[in-house]
Every structure is written in C-alpha cells, then in structure tokens.
C-alpha cells in the first residue's frame, strides 16, 4: 500500500528527526516534496499514524485534536470499523 504522509512544520526541520526516522524505516519511500512522503508499507493508514503519533504531539502543535479525530475516524471508516 502507499500512504501519503503531510504536515506543516512549526519547529525547524531537524525538530522532526523522529518523525523522518520512522517514515524512512519504511519499506519504501519517497520525499518528493517539502512536507510530502509517498510510503510504500503493509501498514494500514491507522497503523502508521500509531506510530508516527508520538512525534506528532511531540514536535508539533500544527494538528488540532479535530485534525487527529477525523483522521482516526476516516481510518477506522475505510476498515469498517466506523
């Protein structure tokens, strides 16, 4: 699966050297864009966003816990969960 991972940086970039950490762990990925990565992983959408959650709340305020909620709540919506 490919995922599409975006975000708007508050910190200077090297802030975010757990959040690249974990992307780049991935099977694949490309970092086309400045805040764009295309991840090629087996796992799913809300998977990813487990793990790459902690850095988010961490280094950022950029998402609003709205943000994070419809996020979660497509995830769980495309499983069939929601």
């Known amino acids: 699966m490919i995922l599409i991972v975006t975000y ?3 910190q200077p970039a090297a802030t975010y050297s ?8 991935k099977r694949s990925w490309w970092h086309y864009m400045k805040n ?6 087996d796992d799913s959408p809300q998977e990813l966003f487990d793990e ?3 850095y988010i709340q961490r280094e ?3 998402l609003s816990q709205h943000s994070v909620a419809r996020f979660r709540e497509c995830c769980l919506r495309r499983r069939g969960l929601g």
């Open 8 to 10: 708007d940086l508050k």
């Open 18 to 25: 757990g959040l690249y950490e974990v992307l780049k762990s």
């Open 36 to 41: 764009t990565w295309l991840i090629a992983t």
């Open 52 to 54: 790459i959650d902690f």
């Open 60 to 62: 950022t305020t950029s």
